[in-house]
Every structure is written in structure tokens, then in C-alpha cells.
């Protein structure tokens, strides 16, 4: 700090595991031939990271602005629940039940808590089936879960299966309930042999198992790492990019989950039958499709307001670890995977394919996978909602929801036609390989510049915005001449 700062000399850019790039300025200082170096030691607890030490320029917004986006109550109750079917249950009210779930549940009318924890004991990590999302007009829910703990022996538990079997039954639909199992067959097999698995058809009552195939976070890990080697080459030539990018395999992954997601969707909001979705733990395939499908099937999660709702139930409340698949403190590199930059990803597919039916832009997406990283905020540190409260990160960090909230013209997409064909109903797009495309605005958002591209929907955004304010002016204008002279095409007549 001692050293004053001329000017800002040959941005050094370094690809982070999971992360797509930081740029570390060089700066050239007044005493010749040096260059100021930065060593970054390695953090060691959450509670050193740069939230717990941030404070807003000019205070544009309280530390307690952002922190009550969510209610659970709230939300639920907009979808209709608690009702015949559901009841809220507070077997987790102080994290004893699960330690990665949230403080609150919401279950069949009819299954106890002493089921709950029957269930909990043959679930990976206690991570019982429960509700996540519930459609109001075709009564159809979608509930989430970890893997069972079958084994090679074939293990069952009466209370595992009791719930399935209430949850099968909860709604005025008949149909079976359907298991989707995200991971490839292979995958839950080779759990099975070390003591996990997947649900028997043969052991649970009024159930369609479904496989999927999304690939674990070790092969995202490396996806993502080979696309980032074309990505991040400016002198490629056009067949070795094309190349490069199918050999990554990252569009054939989020077509992947997105397909998983519309199948979900459909199920719920066509068909009216029940889905329990999970991978292994149920913190990262079944976050992207929970999510995905709830987006698909609601608009109100299309907005910023509901994204924001989406986002502190699926994500950090049911327990996706954001500081470990982020790198935040780079405990284990083997943890580090691009699961919400995935999720990020197939919500601006859709908005590509939808442009219309969400009221944020691309550059609210951009900010969020930025802030997600950089740890200004307390918002997504930690892995689960107990540490959070543990580490007290409504009091001691500022929420990146607050920032949203302060900014929000920024983020709003002006092409967003709230309460028409465009933004009602269920969203259907079209996911053949030709539809799903390389996101350029987020994989090349500089180029070799220290600022950001504008991708077109928010230039869009400020052409409309300017000339709103050019007809603004021009009604203010029109209030302020005399009655006798009037406006007509700019000139003025008398």
C-alpha cells in the first residue's frame, strides 16, 4: 500500500479449477524496473475469507438487507402446502435429524416423525425423501432425496419404503411415482457394492425407477478444464475449436440435465404424477434438476425475486456445498466442480430459447456465478445451512441478494412480458443438439479486456430503457408548453 500505483500494466490471467478465469493486474509502480507481487496465503477457515471483512463503498445497503429473500412458509404456502397431502414437520428443527438438510421439512400428512427417522437411518447422510416443489393445479409434487443404503446384500427398511409409498399416494393421481436416478446405471451399481445403491422395484409399492446418466463431478471437473483450454485460445483455428469444444463434452452435459429436468416437468405438470429425484448424496445432480424442472414448471421462479427464492431453497437450503465445490478455502481440489455453473448455464439456455419470459438478463447470471466465487458476500459460503447459522453470516457479511436488490435496474431484462403467452404456463424448449449453445458471454466475457462483454439482450435492455426515458422527457416537455403551440414530428408549431 506503500507503493503508488501508476497504471494498470498486462492483466495476468490464471484458469482457477472450477472457476473460469481471474484476472490478477500487474501494476507498474514509479520506482523503475519493479512491479508490485501479491502473495496470497492460503485460507484456512470461512471465517477469514473477504465477506467477513467487506463493507459497501458509501453504505448503499444495510448488512441486513438480502437476508430475509426466503421464508419457507411463505413460499410454500404460495404453492398451496400445507394441505390434505403435505404437512410442515419440524423433526430437523435444530439440525438433529440431518445436518445438511434445512431446519424445516415438509412431508406426507399421514408419515410420523418417528418414520422420518426410521427413514433417515437407510438414506445416505440422513438425507431423507422430502418435498421440495408443489403444483398447485395438478397436484403433483416433486420431492428430493439421497440414495438408499441397499448394498449388495439387498438390505430394506420398512419405514423407507412406507414413505415412498405415502408420497406415491399423495395427490388425487393413481399413477406410480416416479424414482428418477440422475446417475448412470453403472454408477448406482458400483454404489450398491459399497453399501449404497438405489431403490428395488421389487421392494417399494407404486414405483417407476428411472435412470439417467448424468456424469459425477469428477468428470464435470475435467469437462469443464478441456473446454476451458479452446475457450481460453485466442489464436485457435475454427476446426480445432469445433473440435475441442465436442471433445470437452460440456454441451452434451447440459443437454443432458436439461433433458432430465424436462422430464421431471413433464411428469409433474402433464402428466400429474409425483417425482423423488436424488443422485448419491443429493446435493448436486439433484439441486441442477430440482431446480431446473421447478423453473420449467413456475413462473414465478423465472422472476428475480423468485429465481433468488429458488435459489436459497434448492441450493442452500437442502445443502449443495458451496464452498467446497467452489474451491473457497482449497481443502481438497478433488471437491472442487462446476455443478451451479452447469445450473447457470441451462437457466441461459432457456432464456435464448425464451427471451421473453424472464424478467433478469444475462448479466444477472454473470454476476451471480461471479459473487458465487468471489467471496464479497456471505451468502454462498459454507456447505449447508447449519454452519451458516454457526458462523452467524446474516450478522457478520453482507448478502449478495441486498446488492441485487440495490442494483436491480442493472439486472432487468427489457424484453420481459410479465402476464402474457410469453411468461405463463410451462416452458417446452426445443433441446436438440442444434439448440444447445456455446454460452460465448460467460466462457470468453473478456477477451483479453478488463471489462465484460455486453451480450445483445442487455444492449437491448438499454436501447429500450433510453428511449422510455427520451418519451418521458418528451411528456414533461409537452406539459410544459403553452396551450396555444403543440409538437408535432420534433418542431415546434404555433
Not at 104 to 110: G, I, M, N, Q, V
Not at 250 to 256: E, F, T, V
Not at 365 to 384: A, P
Request: proline share 5%; glycine share 6%; aromatic share 10%.
Amino acid at each position: 500500500q506503500n507503493i503508488p500505483i501508476v497504471h494498470i500494466h498486462n492483466p495476468k490471467r490464471s484458469r482457477m479449477p472450477g472457476c473460469l478465469r481471474h484476472t490478477f493486474p500487474l501494476f507498474k509502480t514509479r520506482q523503475k524496473n519493479r512491479k508490485s507481487t501479491h502473495h496470497f496465503p492460503r485460507v484456512e477457515k470461512i471465517s477469514d475469507l473477504y465477506a467477513f471483512h467487506y463493507v459497501p463503498q458509501l453504505k448503499k445497503f444495510s448488512r441486513d438487507s438480502g437476508w430475509s429473500v426466503f421464508d419457507h412458509s411463505r413460499e410454500f404456502l404460495r404453492m398451496g402446502v400445507p394441505n390434505e397431502h403435505w404437512r410442515y414437520s419440524a423433526a430437523n428443527e435444530n439440525f438433529e435429524l440431518c445436518s445438511t438438510y434445512p431446519n424445516w421439512l415438509y412431508t406426507p400428512t399421514s408419515a410420523s416423525d418417528k418414520l422420518l427417522e426410521g427413514s433417515a437411518k437407510f438414506r445416505s447422510r440422513a438425507r431423507i425423501p422430502v418435498l421440495t416443489y408443489y403444483h398447485p393445479e395438478t397436484q403433483a409434487s416433486i420431492c428430493r432425496s439421497s440414495q438408499p443404503l441397499v448394498g449388495i446384500n439387498q438390505r430394506r427398511s420398512s419405514e423407507d419404503e412406507k414413505l415412498l409409498l405415502l408420497m406415491a399416494e399423495a395427490g388425487p393421481s393413481d399413477a406410480n411415482m416416479y424414482v428418477v436416478d440422475t446417475r448412470p446405471r453403472i454408477n448406482a451399481l458400483a454404489n450398491k457394492a459399497a453399501g449404497k445403491g438405489y431403490e428395488s422395484e421389487g421392494s417399494y409399492e407404486k414405483m417407476d425407477l428411472k435412470f439417467i446418466g448424468i456424469q459425477n463431478i469428477h468428470v464435470m471437473r475435467e469437462s469443464l478444464q478441456k473446454l476451458m483450454e479452446v475457450a481460453s485460445n485466442p489464436n485457435i483455428a475454427m476446426s480445432d475449436f469445433l473440435t475441442g469444444l465436442a471433445g470437452s463434452g460440456w454441451l452434451k452435459h447440459i443437454k443432458k440435465i436439461l433433458e432430465t429436468s424436462l422430464f421431471i416437468a413433464k411428469a409433474v405438470g402433464k402428466e400429474a404424477r409425483n417425482v423423488l429425484v436424488h443422485c448419491s448424496d443429493g446435493w448436486d445432480r439433484t439441486a441442477q434438476t430440482c431446480s431446473l424442472a421447478s423453473l420449467l414448471l413456475d413462473p414465478y421462479y423465472r422472476t428475480i425475486h423468485g429465481f433468488q427464492v429458488l435459489i436459497c431453497k434448492e441450493w442452500l437450503g437442502f445443502g449443495h456445498k458451496f464452498s467446497d465445490r467452489c474451491g473457497h478455502l482449497g481443502d481438497d481440489p478433488r471437491e472442487v466442480s462446476p455443478v451451479f455453473l452447469q445450473f447457470l448455464d441451462a437457466v441461459w439456455q432457456l432464456q435464448r430459447q425464451f427471451p421473453c419470459s424472464f424478467q433478469f438478463g444475462e448479466k444477472f447470471l454473470l454476476d451471480l456465478h461471479s459473487h458465487v466465487y468471489s467471496c464479497q458476500y456471505g451468502t454462498f459460503l459454507g456447505t449447508n445451512e447449519k454452519q451458516r447459522a454457526e458462523l452467524k453470516l446474516s450478522e457478520k457479511t453482507y448478502s449478495f441478494w441486498g446488492h441485487v436488490w440495490e442494483n436491480i435496474n442493472d439486472y432487468l431484462n427489457a424484453l420481459h412480458k410479465p402476464m402474457s403467452e410469453f411468461s405463463e404456463g410451462m416452458l417446452t424448449p426445443d433441446l436438440s443438439p442444434q439448440c444447445i449453445e456455446y454460452w460465448r458471454g460467460m466462457y470468453n466475457q473478456h477477451d483479453g479486456l478488463l471489462l465484460a462483454r455486453e451480450s445483445w439482450m442487455d444492449r437491448v435492455g438499454e436501447i429500450l430503457r433510453e428511449n422510455e426515458n427520451r418519451r418521458k422527457e418528451k411528456r414533461i416537455i409537452e406539459q410544459e408548453i403553452p396551450p396555444t403551440l403543440s409538437i408535432h414530428d420534433g418542431l415546434l408549431l404555433a
